[in-house]
Nanobody, 128 residues
Framework: QVQLVESGGGLVQVGGSLRLSCSVSGRDVSGSIMSWFRQAPGKDRDFVAYLGKNGKTRLYPDSVKGRFNISRENVKNEVYLQMSALKPEDTAVYYC?????????????????????WGQGTQVTVSS
């Protein structure tokens, strides 16, 4: 059984930083395609960060590029999202996701319907 559990969310001021963690069981992150998505109230769930199986290929939308970084720790079987220079528009519930097939990243950024397993989410609130 695959389980993803996020942690690390909270309240932070504009310009601050947070690191989200995703603890994975039932799959090795070293061989998995992992991503982060987020969903603000009343909006669709949006792609935030992608990490390929090789642990090197990373993708971000323009809205977070240069501010967010996705990484993994194979020994702990965890994936992280380091967020800096946070803005009020980053406020959302952040979800960790695992895909068992490669999203069509040669065409576009990953979509949420390409992911098989999801965590319960962690709230990030950026106050101005």
């Amino acid at each position: 059984q695959v389980q993803l559990v996020e942690s690390g969310g909270g309240l932070v001021q504009v310009g601050g930083s947070l690191r989200l963690s995703c603890s994975v069981s039932g799959r090795d992150v070293s061989g998995s395609i992992m991503s982060w998505f987020r969903q603000a109230p009343g909006k669709d769930r949006d792609f935030v960060a992608y990490l390929g199986k090789n642990g090197k290929t990373r993708l971000y939308p323009d809205s977070v590029k240069g501010r967010f970084n996705i990484s993994r720790e194979n020994v702990k079987n965890e994936v992280y999202l380091q967020m800096s220079a946070l803005k009020p528009e980053d406020t959302a519930v952040y979800y960790c996701a695992l895909s068992e097939r490669e999203p069509k990243i040669w065409l576009r950024l990953p979509r949420d319907d390409e992911y098989d397993y999801w965590g319960q989410g962690t709230q990030v609130t950026v106050s101005s």
